[in-house]
Antibody, heavy 123, light 107 residues
Framework: QVELGESGGGVVQPGRSLRLSCVAS????????MHWVRQAPGKGLEWVAV????????KYADSVKGRFTISRDNSNNTLHLHMNSLRPEDTAVYYC????????????????WGQGTMVTVSS | DIQMTQSPSSVSASVGDRVTITCRAS??????LAWYQQKPGKAPKFLIN???SLQSGVPSRFSGSGFGTDFTLTINSLQPEDFATYYC?????????FGGGTKVEIK
């Protein structure tokens, strides 16, 4: 079946880096735009970043622009989020999610979600 | 950025009740709106796209409506498995933004 599975979360000190990964299965990964969405403990959902089907186009939330980089490896059905200069306010569960529509960067909803991976930024 | 405001933030209801959740966008978004259901410790589940298009497998007691700035999610005949938090999300422009959530609790 269609699945997404995140990994790479953990506890990291402020200012350090972390890389999250999301492995897709059950669908043609290279045909879909993919997103990262996060949720701070006890809070709502916040969109983080999106990447087009081919990896050529990307967009970011202002809160992470210049610090986070989204990338993908279509040969291995894997999405990544490289997080640098981490701050305590980046503490959240990070979900990867599939875009509903085409593989381009059109705004859209999220039809498939992973189970999430927890990132805690603390000294 | 488009701000999404949900109301109420929480609602207490009984099995069999009808529940209506409202979502308001800070500017017109046509029908570019999605709804999600999230249970504690779980990922959100995609319920409705394009304001009113029910996703495959979602029970017909769920319905969505609206256009422009005002949208509603209605749950008819609330079932025990419907107690959860519901989020709206605008899909009109980046950055994609969510409402603050509505927690549907057991009365």
């Amino acid at each position: 079946q269609v699945e997404l599975g995140e990994s790479g979360g953990g506890v990291v000190q402020p200012g350090r880096s972390l890389r999250l990964s999301c492995v897709a299965s059950g669908f043609t990964f290279s045909s879909f735009a993919m997103h990262w969405v996060r949720q701070a403990p006890g809070k709502g959902l916040e969109w983080v970043a999106v990447i087009s089907f081919d990896g050529d186009n990307k967009k970011y939330a202002d809160s992470v622009k210049g610090r986070f980089t989204i990338s993908r490896d279509n040969s291995n059905n894997t999405l990544h989020l490289h997080m640098n200069s981490l701050r305590p306010e980046d503490t959240a569960v990070y979900y990867c999610a599939r875009s509903v529509g085409s593989g381009s960067l059109d705004p859209d909803g999220f039809d498939i979600w992973g189970q999430g991976t927890m990132v805690t930024v603390s000294s | 950025d488009i701000q999404m405001t949900q109301s109420p933030s929480s609602v207490s209801a009984s099995v069999g009740d009808r529940v209506t959740i409202t979502c308001r966008a800070s500017q017109g978004i046509s029908t570019w709106l999605a709804w999600y259901q999230q249970k504690p410790g779980k990922a959100p589940k995609f319920l409705i796209n394009a304001a009113s298009s029910l996703q495959s497998g979602v029970p017909s007691r769920f319905s969505g409506s609206g256009f422009g700035t005002d949208f509603t999610l209605t749950i008819n005949s609330l079932q025990p498995e419907d107690f959860a938090t519901y989020y709206c999300q605008q899909a009109n422009s980046f950055p994609l933004t969510f409402g603050g959530g509505t927690k549907v609790e057991i009365k």
